[in-house]
């Protein structure tokens, strides 16, 4: 089974990579303080980048010789776009502009921000995405938007170790069935995402280095892609009502806060993570 090759592979090319890499995430451009105030290793989801191009020129090469399906180049650019503003946002982030007004109000002074870049930037990378799966002008606004507003959905999530990796996870599982019923250009880039996010969770977990923007970019689009292929019309629209509802009480209210005032929902968020308690909080 390829992709169950490609989540192997994948894995692997991550691990090494980022025993390759280690002193270059360690220099300071690449240290941020983490929610405890600990300087921690960011953008270590740029890895996505490499492992994908190299998954994607080795495929290249065996499909000169067997007739093998590879990731289309749109999503390649996907992938490796996302990875890249999201590099961007973590590296020169501006911490005074906050959320989309933030970034629109800075914008509307003369202030071009990071997230500015990174929300214009991700959605014309979504639009070039999504242009081979759309019928017509509309689904190709609407698909776009569901890629581009995921992937910022998971970078206001990406606030605590492991929280969007816990999420991305379950979303994957539920989006592979859902695209299982033909031959599916999500399927691929869908077991090197995971590949990759199996072999950070640990990293993450421990607090000895955070996905960044770099990475939680990544896991959100490959989502929105997902849904883009193995959802219809109206889920699709449903869908993205639910993001901007989401995105919407992101901007008044922290999903830090309202995760750690549910019980389930904390203790999962807390799972795996240093000084984990169980429910009775023993």
Request: hydrophobic share 50%; glycine share 8%.
């Amino acid at each position: 089974m390829i992709e169950l090759c490609l989540f192997v592979v994948s894995f692997a090319l991550c691990v090494f990579l980022f025993f390759l890499s280690r002193s270059l995430f360690a220099s300071p451009p690449f240290l941020r303080d983490n929610y405890r105030g600990i300087k921690v290793p960011t953008a270590l989801g740029f890895l996505f980048s490499p492992v994908f191009l190299l998954i994607w020129v080795f495929m290249k090469l065996v499909n000169y010789f067997y007739d093998l399906r590879i990731i289309r180049p749109e999503l390649l650019l996907l992938v490796i776009g996302m990875c890249c503003i999201g590099l961007l946002d973590d590296i020169a982030e501006r911490k005074d502009a906050k959320g989309f007004r933030g970034h629109i109000r800075e914008f509307l002074r003369g202030n071009i921000t990071t997230g500015f870049i990174k929300a214009s930037c991700g959605f014309l990378i979504s639009m070039v995405a999504c242009a081979w799966l759309s019928r017509n002008f509309g689904q190709w606004i609407l698909n776009s938007a569901v890629i581009s507003l995921m992937a910022n959905l998971f970078n206001l999530f990406d606030v605590k170790p492991g929280r969007a990796l816990k999420i991305f996870f379950p979303l994957l599982v539920a989006l592979i069935f859902a695209n299982l019923s033909s031959v599916n250009p999500f399927l691929y880039p869908a077991s090197i995402t995971a590949g990759v996010a199996f072999a950070l969770l640990p990293v993450d977990l421990s607090e000895k280095g955070m996905l960044g923007d770099a990475g939680s970019n990544v896991l959100g689009s490959i989502i929105g892609l997902g849904i883009v292929t193995g959802c219809g019309l109206i889920s699709r629209l449903v869908i993205l009502a639910f993001i901007l509802f989401l995105t919407i009480v992101s901007e008044k209210y922290s999903f830090s806060s309202i995760i750690s005032r549910n019980r389930v929902l904390n203790y999962i968020d807390r799972l795996g993570t240093k000084g984990t308690k169980g429910l009775s909080g023993k």
